[in-house]
């Protein structure tokens, strides 16, 4: 991980049982797993994209020397109104309170314009890092995607708005101009995701009651998205990506060979598939032609006992 030529800091939030989750995301994003709540790349991604990212620095300028990185800020001449200085205390930081305080004046002092401490436009960051200070400006998640959990359809063991927005992410690399199918979508909590983020996706469900659900959900929060009430058998159209969230036997009898039918119907449209079970389905995959680059296992908060397996596959 070469920190001093990375154009981007990112800071991520989860708490211990997401952990895993976070970091097959950060892997499949950035090729890079998050160390520290922390991510140093080249790879511009918008924090709003990921449950997980909390915020983006952009780097500005950084050294190893605070006096340096001060004097090479000051070189840039910024002049900006209404904005603010942030110092952003990371893991393995000891710089104490009242010297972070003075750090921020002297920036401060340094930017030509009007600070604004309660509404600013533009926020600076300051941080400093395995020996090295960096200065940029900082974009944070501002949560808007939290709506979604007044979505007008749901049912109880729906995948949570946290994972549908990995997979998303975990599917697509990052990569907003790659396209998307949501295989088994049933009410669209992926496919509002998706939506959000500025994915070109389709949904297919073969139930038509769900997939009347979905196609409101969607409707209700205003994104331009198709469901298909269809057995994904008839999908001719092919996907850069697909994400296949299994029917599990809470809501349904499925069967293993009604999986092998899904899995085996997509792999005809894709060649990199995102599945998500509740069992080993490693010789299922193996049994379409693909092999699992990566995955995980996640448990549901309170229920120990629920584990969902998120695997990564690509056609072989």
Not at 91 to 100: A, F, S
Not at 166 to 184: E, H, P, R, Y
Not at 248 to 258: A, F, G, I, K
Request: hydrophobic residues 35%; aromatic residues 10%.
């Amino acid at each position: 991980m070469v920190m001093q030529e990375s154009k981007y800091i990112y800071t991520f939030t989860y708490d211990e049982t997401e952990s895993d989750l976070c970091k097959l995301e950060s892997r499949n994003i950035f090729t890079v797993e998050e160390q520290n709540r922390l991510v140093f790349s080249d790879k511009k991604v918008e924090p709003s994209s990921s449950a997980f990212i909390k915020s983006r620095i952009d780097v500005i300028s950084s050294s190893e020397d605070y006096s340096n990185l001060l004097d090479q800020i000051k070189n840039e001449s910024i002049s900006i109104d209404d904005f603010k200085v942030e110092y952003i205390k990371l893991k393995g930081d000891n710089t104490r309170y009242p010297e972070r305080l003075e750090k921020l004046r002297e920036f401060g002092i340094i930017i030509k314009g009007l600070s604004d401490y309660i509404n600013p436009t533009t926020v600076f960051a300051l941080c400093h890092y395995d020996g090295r200070w960096y200065f940029g400006t900082q974009i944070k998640d501002k949560v808007e995607w939290h709506k979604h959990k007044d979505k007008p359809h749901s049912y109880s063991n729906s995948i949570g708005i946290t994972i549908g927005k990995s997979l998303v992410n975990i599917a697509s690399q990052g990569d907003t101009s790659k396209t998307l199918i949501d295989t088994c979508s049933g009410v669209g909590t992926i496919m509002l995701e998706a939506c959000f983020a500025g994915y070109e996706i389709e949904g297919c469900e073969i139930n038509w009651r769900i997939c009347r659900n979905a196609r409101a959900n969607i409707t209700h929060f205003g994104y331009d998205a198709f469901v298909h009430r269809i057995d994904i058998k008839h999908m001719k159209k092919r996907f850069d990506a697909a994400i296949i969230d299994l029917p599990y036997n809470l809501v349904s009898s499925v069967t293993e060979s009604d999986v092998l039918h899904i899995i085996s119907s997509v792999s005809k449209i894709s060649d990199r598939l995102v599945i998500v079970s509740t069992a080993d389905i490693t010789n299922l995959i193996k049994e379409v032609g693909f092999y699992v680059a990566d995955t995980c296992s996640i448990s549901k908060k309170g229920k120990g006992k629920f584990t969902r397996i998120i695997w990564v596959c690509k056609k072989l």
